[in-house]
């Protein structure tokens, strides 16, 4: 099991850790190449170099940046947890020297063999980018989370659905370890509206909707997460979010698509 390193005193949470008690984890961590998983409070000049730094209770830990195995991008570590092993313990300086890409090696031999389709695990949202999804940590593994399968229906906004840090259960869809891809979903862990559809709506019946799109005469409108529909012929077209009602004239399931007329655009209450 991974350890998290609670932030130290003065954030939202207040750890337990003071004095010898912390030395004493630090070198049985140190002694049995033992991971943890640590927040990076910041990034500080050293020399010629660079390093991040973390808040370990009243002790320092020091990454040097040749050991965060993250290239151009350092400075996007400070405020993550990262996976940390322990290089060095300085006493004298209240420091411990740690290595990400140590870590990581060690965490990675232990998950690529483990990882499979189907498989459910925890995920830790690394990096969140519109119209494309978002990347997230399987066990030390960077893992896909494209918008498709982030939920039944379109996912306008990637954002509106995880937020780096957050942590999510997920389902691994595919691994490519020649490659190293691993595409994972949170939609397959989500209830399938369509499978249930026919207890909610029939042909011939009018029903509230949102206006999601235009497109030309054409409308696209959403009754509920995952379960859309056009209506066609429309000269004046509702903008994006408006409440509208729907007379849908058909449902086809094969597809996964209503479709229908639009009878009025609703007020708002």
């Not at 209240?94 to 990581?104: C, D, H």
């Not at 029939?202 to 509920?224: C, H, I, L, Q």
């Amino acid at each position: 099991m991974i350890r998290e390193v609670p932030p130290p005193e003065g954030t939202a949470v207040s750890p337990a850790w003071q004095g010898d008690a912390d030395w004493v984890f630090f070198y049985r961590a140190w002694q049995g190449r033992g991971v943890f998983k640590a927040c990076c409070a910041g990034l500080e000049e050293e020399g010629a170099g660079r390093r991040l730094v973390f808040r370990l209770g009243r002790i320092k830990g020091c990454l040097p940046e040749v050991e965060a195995a993250v290239g151009r991008h350092i400075l996007s570590l400070p405020g993550r947890f990262l996976y940390c092993l322990i290089t060095d313990i300085r006493r004298g300086t209240g420091e411990v020297v740690l290595s990400r890409r140590l870590a990581l090696e060690q965490v990675r031999a232990l998950t690529w063999p483990s990882l499979a389709p189907g498989l459910t695990l925890p995920a830790v949202v690394e990096a969140v980018y519109p119209g494309r999804g978002a990347l997230v940590d399987v066990g030390g593994v960077r893992a896909i989370l494209p918008p498709a399968e982030m939920a039944w229906g379109w996912v306008a906004d990637p954002r509106r659905v995880v937020q780096p840090r957050q942590v999510i259960t997920v389902r691994v869809r595919s691994v490519d370890r020649a490659a190293g891809k691993v595409l994972v979903s949170l939609k397959d862990l989500q209830e399938d509206p369509w499978l249930t559809l026919a207890d909610r709506y029939r042909e011939n019946a009018r029903y509230m909707a949102t206006v999601t799109g235009t497109a030309g005469d054409a409308v696209f409108v959403s009754f509920e997460p995952g379960v859309t529909g056009c209506c066609r012929g429309v000269r004046d077209s509702p903008p994006p979010g408006a409440g509208v009602l729907v007379q849908v004239t058909e449902i086809d399931r094969t597809r996964r698509r209503m479709a229908g007329w639009l009878v009025k655009r609703l007020t708002a209450v």
